[in-house]
DNA sequence: CAGGCTACTGACCGGCGGTCAACAAACCGT
DNA sequence: ACGGTTTGTTGACCGCCGGTCAGTAGCCTG
Protein backbone atom coordinates (compact mmCIF):
# COMPACT_ATOMS: atom_id res chain seq x y z
CA UNK A 1 0.00 0.00 0.00
CA UNK A 2 2.82 2.14 0.07
CA UNK A 3 6.86 2.15 -1.38
CA UNK A 4 8.64 0.28 -3.85
CA UNK A 5 7.86 -3.76 -3.19
CA UNK A 6 11.66 -4.16 -3.39
CA UNK A 7 14.83 -2.94 -2.82
CA UNK A 8 17.26 -2.89 -6.00
CA UNK A 9 20.85 -3.35 -5.27
CA UNK A 10 23.38 -3.24 -7.66
CA UNK A 11 25.07 -6.55 -8.92
CA UNK A 12 28.62 -6.20 -7.05
CA UNK A 13 26.53 -5.21 -4.01
CA UNK A 14 24.32 -7.87 -3.99
CA UNK A 15 26.50 -10.36 -4.43
CA UNK A 16 28.77 -9.07 -1.78
CA UNK A 17 26.22 -9.41 1.01
CA UNK A 18 25.16 -12.93 0.11
CA UNK A 19 28.63 -14.33 0.40
CA UNK A 20 29.02 -12.44 3.60
CA UNK A 21 25.69 -14.00 4.62
CA UNK A 22 26.72 -17.12 3.32
CA UNK A 23 30.06 -17.35 5.09
CA UNK A 24 28.22 -16.54 8.31
CA UNK A 25 25.16 -19.19 7.62
CA UNK A 26 27.60 -22.29 6.50
CA UNK A 27 29.79 -21.77 9.47
CA UNK A 28 26.30 -22.21 11.50
CA UNK A 29 25.02 -24.66 9.74
CA UNK A 30 26.60 -27.56 7.88
CA UNK A 31 25.76 -27.62 3.76
CA UNK A 32 22.53 -29.98 3.73
CA UNK A 33 21.41 -28.53 7.31
CA UNK A 34 20.43 -25.66 5.45
CA UNK A 35 18.11 -25.26 2.21
CA UNK A 36 18.13 -22.50 -0.31
CA UNK A 37 15.12 -21.71 0.16
CA UNK A 38 15.53 -20.71 4.26
CA UNK A 39 19.33 -18.71 2.85
CA UNK A 40 17.02 -16.59 0.49
CA UNK A 41 14.68 -15.72 3.07
CA UNK A 42 17.27 -14.90 5.41
CA UNK A 43 18.96 -12.46 2.95
CA UNK A 44 15.58 -11.24 2.18
CA UNK A 45 14.89 -12.39 -1.15
CA UNK A 46 13.45 -14.59 -3.56
CA UNK A 47 14.96 -18.07 -3.99
CA UNK A 48 15.40 -17.48 -7.97
CA UNK A 49 17.44 -14.03 -7.31
CA UNK A 50 19.80 -16.35 -5.37
CA UNK A 51 20.14 -18.73 -8.22
CA UNK A 52 20.58 -15.68 -10.72
CA UNK A 53 23.58 -15.09 -8.59
CA UNK A 54 25.29 -18.68 -8.23
CA UNK A 55 23.82 -20.94 -10.71
CA UNK A 56 24.16 -23.77 -7.79
CA UNK A 57 24.14 -24.37 -3.98
CA UNK A 58 27.36 -25.99 -4.74
CA UNK A 59 28.70 -22.89 -6.43
CA UNK A 60 27.38 -20.69 -4.04
CA UNK A 61 28.85 -22.71 -1.46
CA UNK A 62 32.30 -22.59 -2.85
CA UNK A 63 31.96 -19.45 -4.01
CA UNK A 64 31.40 -19.03 0.10
CA UNK A 65 34.43 -20.95 1.51
CA UNK A 66 36.99 -19.08 -1.28
CA UNK A 67 37.64 -15.91 0.75
CA UNK A 68 38.64 -18.05 3.78
CA UNK A 69 40.30 -20.72 1.93
CA UNK A 70 42.47 -17.65 -0.07
CA UNK A 71 43.19 -16.56 3.43
CA UNK A 72 44.23 -19.99 4.94
CA UNK A 73 46.46 -20.47 1.91
CA UNK A 74 48.27 -17.48 2.14
CA UNK A 75 48.65 -18.10 6.18
CA UNK A 76 49.90 -21.53 5.18
CA UNK A 77 52.54 -20.94 2.71
CA UNK A 78 55.31 -21.82 3.83
CA UNK A 79 58.66 -19.49 3.55
CA UNK A 80 60.83 -20.72 0.77
CA UNK A 81 64.26 -19.13 2.58
CA UNK A 82 63.57 -21.73 5.19
CA UNK A 83 65.25 -25.07 5.13
CA UNK A 84 62.34 -27.73 4.81
CA UNK A 85 61.86 -29.05 8.58
CA UNK A 86 61.42 -25.17 9.62
CA UNK A 87 59.07 -24.12 6.70
CA UNK A 88 57.12 -27.09 7.61
CA UNK A 89 57.47 -26.19 11.26
CA UNK A 90 55.76 -22.92 10.30
CA UNK A 91 53.55 -24.17 8.44
CA UNK A 92 51.67 -26.55 10.85
CA UNK A 93 51.89 -23.93 13.95
CA UNK A 94 50.15 -21.21 10.84
CA UNK A 95 47.25 -24.24 10.31
CA UNK A 96 46.68 -24.55 13.90
CA UNK A 97 46.48 -20.62 14.51
CA UNK A 98 43.68 -20.97 11.22
CA UNK A 99 41.94 -23.89 13.01
CA UNK A 100 42.25 -21.57 16.88
CA UNK A 101 40.64 -19.01 15.11
CA UNK A 102 38.23 -20.13 13.23
CA UNK A 103 37.29 -23.69 14.70
CA UNK A 104 33.69 -23.48 14.23
CA UNK A 105 34.23 -22.97 9.96
CA UNK A 106 37.11 -25.66 10.51
CA UNK A 107 34.44 -28.39 12.25
CA UNK A 108 31.62 -27.67 9.46
CA UNK A 109 34.35 -27.41 6.72
CA UNK A 110 35.37 -30.95 7.63
CA UNK A 111 31.60 -32.28 7.73
CA UNK A 112 30.70 -30.43 4.27
CA UNK A 113 33.64 -31.94 2.53
CA UNK A 114 32.50 -35.34 2.79
CA UNK A 115 29.31 -34.58 1.38
CA UNK A 116 29.83 -32.11 -0.89
CA UNK A 117 31.70 -33.53 -4.12
CA UNK A 118 32.95 -30.47 -4.97
CA UNK A 119 34.85 -30.04 -2.21
CA UNK A 120 36.28 -33.45 -1.31
CA UNK A 121 37.66 -32.85 -4.69
CA UNK A 122 39.20 -29.66 -3.14
CA UNK A 123 40.26 -30.78 -0.08
CA UNK A 124 41.74 -33.94 -1.90
CA UNK A 125 43.58 -32.05 -3.88
CA UNK A 126 45.25 -29.53 -1.39
CA UNK A 127 46.27 -33.34 0.80
CA UNK A 128 47.38 -34.82 -2.51
CA UNK A 129 50.02 -31.49 -3.06
CA UNK A 130 51.08 -31.60 0.95
CA UNK A 131 51.63 -34.99 0.44
CA UNK A 132 53.80 -34.32 -2.48
CA UNK A 133 55.19 -31.37 -0.92
CA UNK A 134 56.21 -33.52 2.08
CA UNK A 135 57.97 -36.67 0.54
CA UNK A 136 60.10 -34.29 -1.97
CA UNK A 137 61.25 -32.52 1.33
CA UNK A 138 62.24 -35.68 2.86
CA UNK A 139 63.19 -37.37 -0.42
CA UNK A 140 61.05 -40.36 -0.07
CA UNK A 141 59.84 -42.30 -3.10
CA UNK A 142 58.13 -45.69 -1.47
CA UNK A 143 55.26 -46.36 -1.49
CA UNK A 144 54.47 -47.33 2.48
CA UNK A 145 56.31 -43.66 2.63
CA UNK A 146 53.85 -42.22 1.01
CA UNK A 147 50.82 -43.90 3.07
CA UNK A 148 52.67 -42.34 6.04
CA UNK A 149 52.35 -39.43 4.76
CA UNK A 150 48.64 -39.75 3.60
CA UNK A 151 47.37 -41.18 6.51
CA UNK A 152 49.82 -38.68 9.12
CA UNK A 153 47.31 -35.96 7.29
CA UNK A 154 44.17 -37.52 8.23
CA UNK A 155 46.15 -37.48 12.02
CA UNK A 156 46.12 -34.00 12.12
CA UNK A 157 42.94 -33.60 11.55
CA UNK A 158 41.79 -35.91 13.73
CA UNK A 159 43.73 -34.65 16.36
CA UNK A 160 42.72 -30.89 15.69
CA UNK A 161 38.94 -31.76 15.89
CA UNK A 162 39.71 -33.50 19.11
CA UNK A 163 42.10 -30.42 20.18
CA UNK A 164 38.91 -27.88 19.27
CA UNK A 165 36.07 -30.37 20.92
CA UNK A 166 38.12 -30.67 24.25
CA UNK A 167 40.27 -27.24 24.14
CA UNK A 168 42.69 -28.89 27.07
CA UNK A 169 46.17 -28.58 25.16
CA UNK A 170 47.67 -25.21 23.58
CA UNK A 171 48.47 -25.05 20.72
CA UNK A 172 52.40 -26.02 21.36
CA UNK A 173 51.92 -29.04 22.56
CA UNK A 174 49.33 -30.10 19.59
CA UNK A 175 52.46 -28.64 17.24
CA UNK A 176 54.96 -31.32 18.93
CA UNK A 177 52.51 -34.17 18.96
CA UNK A 178 52.01 -33.52 15.10
CA UNK A 179 56.16 -33.26 14.21
CA UNK A 180 56.64 -36.13 16.82
CA UNK A 181 54.15 -38.10 14.71
CA UNK A 182 55.06 -37.28 11.81
CA UNK A 183 58.59 -37.87 12.94
CA UNK A 184 57.23 -41.60 14.42
CA UNK A 185 55.49 -42.48 11.01
CA UNK A 186 58.39 -41.49 8.76
CA UNK A 187 60.55 -43.54 10.81
CA UNK A 188 57.93 -46.67 10.90
CA UNK A 189 57.56 -46.41 7.43
CA UNK A 190 62.03 -46.57 6.90
CA UNK A 191 62.36 -43.07 5.91
CA UNK A 192 65.99 -42.32 6.44
CA UNK A 193 65.55 -38.39 7.09
CA UNK A 194 67.90 -36.15 6.66
CA UNK A 195 69.48 -34.82 9.86
CA UNK A 196 69.07 -31.35 10.58
CA UNK A 197 72.08 -29.61 12.70
CA UNK A 198 71.37 -28.26 15.59
CA UNK A 199 67.92 -27.10 15.80
CA UNK A 200 66.76 -28.27 19.78
CA UNK A 201 67.45 -24.77 21.58
CA UNK B 1 -4.39 -60.66 -17.99
CA UNK B 2 -3.08 -63.73 -16.05
CA UNK B 3 -1.40 -64.67 -13.10
CA UNK B 4 -1.20 -62.33 -9.69
CA UNK B 5 -0.20 -59.16 -10.08
CA UNK B 6 2.16 -59.47 -7.00
CA UNK B 7 3.91 -62.64 -5.14
CA UNK B 8 3.13 -62.43 -1.52
CA UNK B 9 5.99 -63.50 0.94
CA UNK B 10 6.42 -64.71 4.36
CA UNK B 11 7.67 -61.66 6.32
CA UNK B 12 10.73 -62.45 7.33
CA UNK B 13 11.53 -64.14 3.68
CA UNK B 14 10.77 -60.81 2.17
CA UNK B 15 13.06 -58.79 5.48
CA UNK B 16 15.68 -61.15 4.33
CA UNK B 17 15.78 -60.33 0.93
CA UNK B 18 15.45 -56.38 0.91
CA UNK B 19 18.43 -57.03 4.02
CA UNK B 20 20.62 -59.17 1.34
CA UNK B 21 19.81 -56.48 -1.32
CA UNK B 22 20.55 -53.17 1.01
CA UNK B 23 23.88 -54.71 1.32
CA UNK B 24 24.66 -55.11 -2.32
CA UNK B 25 23.56 -52.03 -3.11
CA UNK B 26 24.96 -50.00 -0.59
CA UNK B 27 28.53 -51.50 -0.95
CA UNK B 28 27.98 -49.94 -4.53
CA UNK B 29 26.29 -46.52 -3.98
CA UNK B 30 26.91 -44.12 -1.14
CA UNK B 31 23.74 -43.44 0.83
CA UNK B 32 22.89 -40.33 -0.94
CA UNK B 33 23.71 -41.87 -4.18
CA UNK B 34 20.39 -44.28 -3.98
CA UNK B 35 16.59 -43.71 -3.23
CA UNK B 36 14.20 -45.60 -1.44
CA UNK B 37 12.12 -45.50 -5.05
CA UNK B 38 15.49 -46.80 -6.79
CA UNK B 39 15.84 -49.55 -4.10
CA UNK B 40 12.06 -50.82 -4.32
CA UNK B 41 12.28 -51.04 -7.90
CA UNK B 42 14.94 -53.07 -8.05
CA UNK B 43 13.88 -55.42 -5.15
CA UNK B 44 10.41 -55.40 -7.01
CA UNK B 45 8.03 -53.76 -4.61
CA UNK B 46 6.41 -50.78 -3.75
CA UNK B 47 7.82 -47.88 -2.04
CA UNK B 48 5.52 -48.41 0.62
CA UNK B 49 6.28 -52.03 1.25
CA UNK B 50 10.00 -50.98 1.94
CA UNK B 51 8.87 -48.66 4.30
CA UNK B 52 6.43 -50.79 6.11
CA UNK B 53 9.91 -53.00 7.17
CA UNK B 54 11.99 -50.53 7.78
CA UNK B 55 10.49 -46.97 9.25
CA UNK B 56 13.08 -44.76 7.55
CA UNK B 57 16.33 -45.06 4.88
CA UNK B 58 18.27 -44.34 7.74
CA UNK B 59 17.21 -47.51 9.55
CA UNK B 60 17.16 -49.86 6.43
CA UNK B 61 20.81 -48.65 6.18
CA UNK B 62 22.04 -49.45 9.47
CA UNK B 63 19.97 -52.94 9.31
CA UNK B 64 21.55 -53.39 6.70
CA UNK B 65 25.39 -52.85 8.10
CA UNK B 66 24.26 -54.75 11.10
CA UNK B 67 25.53 -58.15 9.52
CA UNK B 68 29.19 -56.55 8.65
CA UNK B 69 29.33 -54.93 11.63
CA UNK B 70 28.62 -57.97 13.97
CA UNK B 71 31.31 -60.15 11.67
CA UNK B 72 34.25 -56.91 12.26
CA UNK B 73 33.64 -56.74 15.39
CA UNK B 74 33.66 -60.17 16.76
CA UNK B 75 36.76 -60.59 14.25
CA UNK B 76 38.39 -57.51 16.02
CA UNK B 77 37.87 -58.73 19.46
CA UNK B 78 41.01 -58.32 21.25
CA UNK B 79 41.67 -62.15 22.75
CA UNK B 80 41.43 -61.31 26.96
CA UNK B 81 44.23 -64.11 27.46
CA UNK B 82 47.03 -62.75 25.58
CA UNK B 83 48.71 -59.27 26.89
CA UNK B 84 47.74 -55.63 25.74
CA UNK B 85 50.57 -54.94 23.41
CA UNK B 86 49.94 -58.64 21.56
CA UNK B 87 46.16 -58.31 21.74
CA UNK B 88 46.17 -54.77 20.11
CA UNK B 89 48.42 -56.16 16.84
CA UNK B 90 46.06 -59.20 16.58
CA UNK B 91 43.22 -56.48 16.30
CA UNK B 92 44.57 -54.36 13.84
CA UNK B 93 45.52 -57.08 11.85
CA UNK B 94 42.18 -58.79 11.99
CA UNK B 95 40.82 -55.22 11.24
CA UNK B 96 43.48 -55.05 8.52
CA UNK B 97 42.27 -58.46 7.54
CA UNK B 98 38.72 -57.80 7.12
CA UNK B 99 39.79 -54.35 5.04
CA UNK B 100 41.17 -56.70 2.65
CA UNK B 101 38.13 -58.88 2.03
CA UNK B 102 35.66 -55.56 2.20
CA UNK B 103 37.45 -53.25 0.52
CA UNK B 104 34.57 -51.80 -1.48
CA UNK B 105 32.29 -51.92 1.85
CA UNK B 106 34.80 -49.97 3.69
CA UNK B 107 35.45 -47.39 1.61
CA UNK B 108 31.23 -46.61 1.12
CA UNK B 109 31.33 -46.90 4.56
CA UNK B 110 33.76 -44.14 5.86
CA UNK B 111 31.77 -42.21 2.85
CA UNK B 112 28.25 -42.58 4.22
CA UNK B 113 29.59 -42.14 8.14
CA UNK B 114 30.25 -38.64 7.36
CA UNK B 115 26.43 -38.20 5.86
CA UNK B 116 24.42 -40.10 7.84
CA UNK B 117 23.73 -39.07 11.76
CA UNK B 118 22.90 -42.35 13.11
CA UNK B 119 26.00 -44.43 11.30
CA UNK B 120 28.56 -41.34 12.13
CA UNK B 121 27.52 -41.58 16.26
CA UNK B 122 27.78 -45.60 15.80
CA UNK B 123 31.12 -45.02 14.87
CA UNK B 124 32.01 -41.81 17.10
CA UNK B 125 31.33 -44.85 19.75
CA UNK B 126 33.23 -46.94 18.37
CA UNK B 127 36.07 -44.65 18.30
CA UNK B 128 35.73 -43.64 21.84
CA UNK B 129 35.67 -46.76 23.31
CA UNK B 130 38.47 -48.40 20.93
CA UNK B 131 40.37 -45.03 22.60
CA UNK B 132 38.95 -45.78 26.32
CA UNK B 133 40.70 -49.20 25.58
CA UNK B 134 44.14 -48.34 24.55
CA UNK B 135 44.80 -45.75 27.16
CA UNK B 136 43.51 -48.13 29.70
CA UNK B 137 46.04 -50.37 28.22
CA UNK B 138 48.77 -48.27 28.48
CA UNK B 139 48.20 -46.50 31.99
CA UNK B 140 47.76 -42.85 29.77
CA UNK B 141 45.52 -40.56 31.61
CA UNK B 142 46.39 -37.15 29.76
CA UNK B 143 44.44 -34.82 27.43
CA UNK B 144 47.56 -34.88 24.93
CA UNK B 145 47.57 -38.84 24.95
CA UNK B 146 44.07 -38.88 24.27
CA UNK B 147 44.52 -36.30 21.62
CA UNK B 148 47.28 -38.53 19.88
CA UNK B 149 45.18 -42.00 19.72
CA UNK B 150 42.25 -40.44 18.41
CA UNK B 151 44.26 -39.30 16.03
CA UNK B 152 45.76 -42.25 15.59
CA UNK B 153 42.31 -43.58 14.71
CA UNK B 154 41.98 -41.27 11.83
CA UNK B 155 45.49 -41.90 10.44
CA UNK B 156 44.47 -45.66 10.61
CA UNK B 157 41.19 -44.85 8.09
CA UNK B 158 43.74 -42.52 6.29
CA UNK B 159 46.51 -44.98 5.50
CA UNK B 160 43.58 -47.98 5.01
CA UNK B 161 42.01 -45.89 2.49
CA UNK B 162 45.82 -45.17 0.79
CA UNK B 163 46.66 -48.74 0.97
CA UNK B 164 43.21 -50.04 -0.70
CA UNK B 165 43.22 -47.59 -3.33
CA UNK B 166 46.78 -48.12 -4.70
CA UNK B 167 47.40 -51.46 -3.30
CA UNK B 168 51.03 -51.78 -3.43
CA UNK B 169 51.60 -52.41 0.00
CA UNK B 170 51.42 -55.47 1.74
CA UNK B 171 49.02 -56.00 4.93
CA UNK B 172 52.21 -56.70 6.84
CA UNK B 173 53.91 -53.46 5.62
CA UNK B 174 50.50 -51.44 6.55
CA UNK B 175 50.44 -53.10 10.36
CA UNK B 176 53.60 -52.03 10.78
CA UNK B 177 53.12 -49.12 9.76
CA UNK B 178 50.17 -48.70 12.29
CA UNK B 179 51.69 -50.17 14.73
CA UNK B 180 55.25 -47.69 14.52
CA UNK B 181 53.20 -44.38 14.11
CA UNK B 182 50.91 -45.51 17.50
CA UNK B 183 54.63 -45.68 19.07
CA UNK B 184 55.60 -42.62 17.70
CA UNK B 185 52.54 -40.89 18.53
CA UNK B 186 52.58 -41.90 21.99
CA UNK B 187 56.35 -41.05 22.26
CA UNK B 188 55.24 -37.29 21.23
CA UNK B 189 52.40 -37.29 24.07
CA UNK B 190 54.97 -37.96 26.71
CA UNK B 191 53.62 -41.31 27.36
CA UNK B 192 55.93 -43.96 29.05
CA UNK B 193 55.72 -47.11 27.42
CA UNK B 194 55.51 -49.85 29.88
CA UNK B 195 57.95 -51.77 28.46
CA UNK B 196 57.42 -55.71 26.96
CA UNK B 197 60.29 -58.01 27.47
CA UNK B 198 61.80 -60.09 24.67
CA UNK B 199 58.39 -60.29 21.94
CA UNK B 200 60.64 -59.23 18.65
CA UNK B 201 61.87 -62.61 17.25
C1' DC C 1 -16.18 -71.82 -1.98
C1' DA C 2 -16.65 -68.18 1.88
C1' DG C 3 -14.00 -65.47 4.96
C1' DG C 4 -10.29 -63.49 7.34
C1' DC C 5 -5.45 -62.35 8.03
C1' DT C 6 -2.04 -59.44 6.47
C1' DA C 7 1.46 -58.68 2.85
C1' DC C 8 1.07 -55.51 -0.34
C1' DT C 9 -0.10 -51.18 -3.45
C1' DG C 10 -1.36 -46.38 -5.59
C1' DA C 11 -2.03 -41.93 -4.53
C1' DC C 12 -0.73 -38.34 -1.85
C1' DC C 13 2.18 -34.86 1.25
C1' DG C 14 5.57 -31.09 2.17
C1' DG C 15 10.15 -29.81 1.00
C1' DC C 16 14.15 -30.08 -1.77
C1' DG C 17 17.37 -28.10 -5.80
C1' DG C 18 16.61 -25.80 -9.93
C1' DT C 19 14.18 -23.05 -14.08
C1' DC C 20 11.57 -19.44 -16.57
C1' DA C 21 8.76 -15.84 -18.46
C1' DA C 22 7.16 -11.72 -16.90
C1' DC C 23 7.32 -7.60 -13.83
C1' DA C 24 8.99 -3.20 -12.01
C1' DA C 25 12.69 -0.06 -9.90
C1' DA C 26 15.96 3.00 -11.24
C1' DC C 27 18.35 5.63 -14.60
C1' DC C 28 18.27 7.91 -19.11
C1' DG C 29 17.44 11.63 -22.87
C1' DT C 30 14.13 14.77 -23.88
C1' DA D 1 7.49 15.97 -16.05
C1' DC D 2 7.66 11.89 -18.80
C1' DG D 3 8.11 7.64 -22.00
C1' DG D 4 11.69 4.12 -22.97
C1' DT D 5 15.28 1.12 -21.82
C1' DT D 6 17.94 -1.65 -18.82
C1' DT D 7 18.25 -5.25 -15.74
C1' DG D 8 17.62 -6.61 -10.84
C1' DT D 9 13.94 -9.16 -9.19
C1' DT D 10 9.82 -12.15 -8.56
C1' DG D 11 5.91 -15.95 -8.35
C1' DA D 12 4.72 -20.03 -10.34
C1' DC D 13 6.24 -24.21 -11.81
C1' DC D 14 9.09 -28.86 -12.53
C1' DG D 15 10.72 -33.56 -11.20
C1' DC D 16 12.46 -36.01 -7.39
C1' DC D 17 13.20 -36.83 -2.62
C1' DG D 18 11.88 -39.22 2.09
C1' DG D 19 7.75 -40.54 4.20
C1' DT D 20 2.42 -41.73 5.10
C1' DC D 21 -2.12 -44.06 4.70
C1' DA D 22 -6.48 -45.90 3.36
C1' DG D 23 -7.60 -49.61 0.85
C1' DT D 24 -6.69 -53.91 -2.26
C1' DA D 25 -5.75 -58.65 -3.09
C1' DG D 26 -2.95 -62.92 -2.48
C1' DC D 27 -2.97 -66.87 0.33
C1' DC D 28 -4.52 -70.10 4.10
C1' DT D 29 -8.21 -72.05 6.79
C1' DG D 30 -12.75 -74.05 7.41
Not at 40 to 46: N, Q, Y
Not at 59 to 85: H, N, Q
Not at 158 to 183: F, N, P
Request: glycine content about 8%; overall charge negative; hydrophobic content about 45%.
Amino acid sequence: MSGPAYTRLENDERRRRLLELGADLFTRNAYDEISMAQIAREAGISKALLYHYFPSKQDYFVATLASGAEELRRRVEPDPELPPAEALTAAIDAYLAWIEDNSEAYEKLLQSAATVPEVREIVEGVRATTVDRILAGIGATTPVARTAVRGWLWFMDGACLDWIAHRDLDRGQVLGLLLGTLGGALMAAGVQLPVTEGSDP
